[in-house]
């Protein structure tokens, strides 16, 4: 009971999290443990490099981990009070699928069907979750209402994907997402196939509708940048798991990191100082089929002791902000 | 490196590449741009998706064939030249592509690839010394020794980027375009390649252009800075010049939209720029941004905009501004 309470705060809250993808001839860990939670309304950043299993965790909330090799291994998902986790396939894909919780996938250009019109894919969700009884006319309403919504022309609801430009067509995409006013949100890289000016707009129109329709929301993202200008809350992925987390204000105004966080940041030319050389992270990111035994980010870090090659770090944590390193204890 | 050897590499005069679609339609991909590269200095091009900067940069080697215009290479016109000129001149100036998965031949080796070069212009015919080229190619882009028989398919992006920046320096090029170099790679990656390119061109004195539409990486590697928006070049300035006083709508657009990683601009709303890029397939006369321009006025539409001085170095083609 006790429990119970404590994760109603939250609307979602991943505890603990491991996947694997498994073939006859290796497994690869993506996810290793990883907890993040977020409140109702809040957007949450998640940043990390390829491989990091950044998509993977987005994918378990939705259970659409490819049905042979993606396995669940432990953990819990609670959504809303519910253990994703052990619900049956029709209850996911009546009750949360494209309803309470749907996603935005990285690219526009191959997550539209070229044969439908947009107008038809977005009507698509909301037949599907047709609760309030709606009739064709008012569903064929509602689509027009969305497509305004995300700032496109209700007349062009007959036009295929192949006549909109890309920033256009991840607007399409967004309002297919938003169309059944879901809780929360994954956006899996929203704009990283978009020009900059169209990134800001694309940006702006996701922040605008989260206020209006009070959507939490998960961003997946590499670009600190938007990170910086969209989330509440940042959490740092690398090799599986979460390295470090906090507010807004902690990752990007506080001076204590995790060594992996001050190489990222040091991996971004700064518009605003003058530095000659960038500060790169040396290496590349451990091989998942075979992550080493301390900590994960110990080949690389140019702060290694000998525990951090032996020892898997805890969390050390101040306040909002916590950091899985050696270099930080809770003493 | 070439101290006693000033003065510009690289003049491009009224450069045009058009590309026919259909019955008297052209897409003006590159229209009338000129721009200079001195020596040993690294010319940035910005520009979104679409706007001809990759189209630029191949037509100046010639890899596209110009509509017109010319193309200085050391003082020489290189539009004229033939077939056999040019294999001479390709030894002089590289291109890195921008991806690192499909610009490499899945089926030659790393060796293979680096040695390719060497091997078509007959540059080195001595097996040994090909093999020791090599090997100290590989080290001066980091690449393990050990990698030598190893395929593209089995390393990571990084890596293959670096395969390809061994195989542009394979001929001692003095000039190098870079097409978006970065743009697939992680940030972590990222870095270690400009530092790579920035590191070269202090020791073998190369003069880059480098393409890109990441703002941030444009800053931090380039002298000058030309800002091209749908084929033609709107604003040509020094690279702190640029960043400082940008006078064109667009070029200020383009830098507002960036986003920046602190907390300190979390606050300022980007000033956005409404609307999308517009057809480049037979564009009408004048400012081809005033559709999309929040200060247009009717002289913009009229004629042809030419870039203006406003101060040494700092070109602008706009109508609201005055010289």
């Keep these: 009971m006790e429990a119970n309470r404590n994760n109603e705060d939250y609307l979602l809250k991943i505890d603990n999290l491991r996947v694997t993808y498994e073939t006859d001839l290796e497994t690869v860990c993506a996810v290793n443990g990883l907890s993040i939670q977020i409140k109702r309304g809040e957007t949450l950043g998640l940043v990390g490099e390829t491989g990091a299993g950044k998509t993977t965790t987005a994918l378990s909330i939705l259970r659409l981990l490819p049905e042979r090799t993606g396995k669940i291994k432990s953990g819990s998902i609670i959504f809303d009070g519910k253990n994703l986790l052990n619900l049956s396939e029709s209850e996911m894909r009546e009750e949360i699928r494209g309803k309470s919780i749907s996603m935005i996938f990285q690219d526009p250009m191959t997550s539209l069907n070229p044969m439908m019109n947009v107008g038809e894919q977005i009507e698509e969700v909301l037949r599907y979750h047709n609760n309030d009884g709606r009739t064709p006319k008012e569903i064929k309403a509602h689509v027009d209402k969305t497509l305004e919504l995300v700032g496109i022309p209700a007349r062009r609801r007959t036009e295929f994907p192949h006549q909109f430009s890309g920033g256009m067509k991840q607007r399409i995409v967004i309002a297919m997402a938003l169309a059944c006013q879901p809780q929360l949100l994954l956006a899996d890289e929203p704009t990283t196939a978009l020009d900059v000016t169209i990134q800001a707009q694309v940006l702006a129109m996701m922040h605008e509708l989260q206020t209006k329709l009070k959507t939490a929301m998960i961003l997946i993202t590499h670009d600190l940048g938007v990170v910086a200008q969209v989330c509440d809350n940042v959490a740092v992925v690398y090799a599986g798991e979460i390295v470090e987390s906090g507010t807004v204000e902690d990752i990007f105004g506080s001076d204590r990191h995790h060594p992996y966080t001050e190489g990222l940041f040091g991996s971004i030319p700064n518009l605003e100082k003058e530095t000659d050389r960038l500060s790169p992270i040396n290496g590349l990111m451990p091989d998942p089929t075979d992550l080493p035994a301390g900590c994960y980010f110990a080949p690389r870090c140019p702060h290694c002791m000998e525990i951090c090659k032996e020892r898997h770090p805890e969390l050390y944590v101040c306040g909002s902000h916590s950091i899985a390193c050696h270099l930080f204890n809770n003493n | ?323």
């Design chain 2, 1 to 323: 490196m070439d101290q006693d050897n000033r003065g510009p590499l690289l003049e491009v005069r009224n450069l045009k590449k058009y590309f026919a679609v259909g019955k008297n339609s052209y897409l003006h991909a590159v229209d009338n741009v000129s721009l200079t590269i001195d020596r040993g200095c690294t010319l940035g091009v910005v520009g979104e998706s679409g706007c001809g900067k990759s189209t630029m940069g191949r037509t100046i080697l010639r890899l596209l064939e110009p509509t017109s215009g010319a193309i200085l290479f050391e003082g020489k016109d290189i539009t004229k030249y033939n077939q056999r000129q040019l294999t001479h001149l390709r030894q002089d100036m590289q291109i890195i592509f921008q991806d690192p998965y499909s610009s490499l031949n899945p089926r030659m080796s790393v060796y293979d690839i680096i040695a390719q070069p060497l091997i078509v212009t007959g540059l080195i015919k001595d097996k040994n010394e090909l093999f020791h080229r090599v090997d100290s190619l590989m080290n001066t882009v980091g690449l393990a020794k050990r990698l030598r028989n190893a395929y593209p398919h089995e390393l990571d992006g990084g890596r293959r980027q670096r395969i390809g920046v061994a195989r542009a320096l394979s001929l001692n090029p003095k000039f190098i375009v870079c097409d978006e170099p970065v743009s697939a790679l992680d940030v972590s990656i990222q870095a270690q390649i400009l530092n790579l390119l920035m590191d070269l061109q202090d020791e073998l004195g190369l003069t880059y252009m480098f393409i890109t539409h990441d703002l941030s990486v444009v800053k931090h590697i380039s002298n000058d800075i030309a800002v091209m928006y749908l084929g033609q070049c709107v604003e040509k300035a020094p690279s702190s010049t640029l960043f400082k006083s940008p006078l064109h709508p667009y070029t200020k657009a383009l830098l507002s939209a960036i986003p920046i990683p602190s907390l300190a601009a979390r606050k300022k709303r980007p000033e956005i720029i409404r609307g999308e890029v517009t057809d480049p397939v037979n564009p009408k006369p004048g400012c081809r941004f005033a559709s999309r321009c929040p200060y247009c006025i009717d002289k913009c539409t009229e004629n042809d905009i030419p870039l203006k001085e406003v101060e040494p170095g700092h070109f602008v083609a706009c109508t609201l501004v005055d010289s």
